[in-house]
């Protein structure tokens, strides 16, 4: 697999976790499961995009014949939080 595709299902992953928890954290910031888990997909995949934009060395998942941690970590982490943010920003004016 290229790592692209890597990135961007790891991105699409716990950006859906992050917009969940931003649902469960916080009552005012739910849309329901389903728009949880979608804003927040696509919160991640934006999230991980602009980090690795701005952070060019995170990009490279997949070298030679292992895998980064530390680089997958790092897309875990900007999906995660960009996913729980898009969600939370989302919720709080659909909610207001």
């Given amino acids: 697999m290229s790592p692209a595709i890597i990135n961007l299902i790891v991105q699409l992953v716990s950006g859906a976790v992050g917009g969940n928890a931003a649902g469960k954290v916080n ?54 939080v960009a996913g729980l943010v898009v969600t939370a920003i989302i919720g709080a004016i659909k909610n207001r």
């Fill in 27 to 80: 009552r005012t910031f739910d849309l329901g499961t389903l728009a949880n888990t979608i804003v927040g997909a696509l919160g991640g995949v934006g999230g991980g995009y602009l980090l690795s934009t701005l952070l060019p060395n995170l990009i490279s998942t997949a070298e030679g014949a292992g895998f980064d941690v530390a680089s997958i970590a790092s897309q875990v982490v900007g999906g995660g």
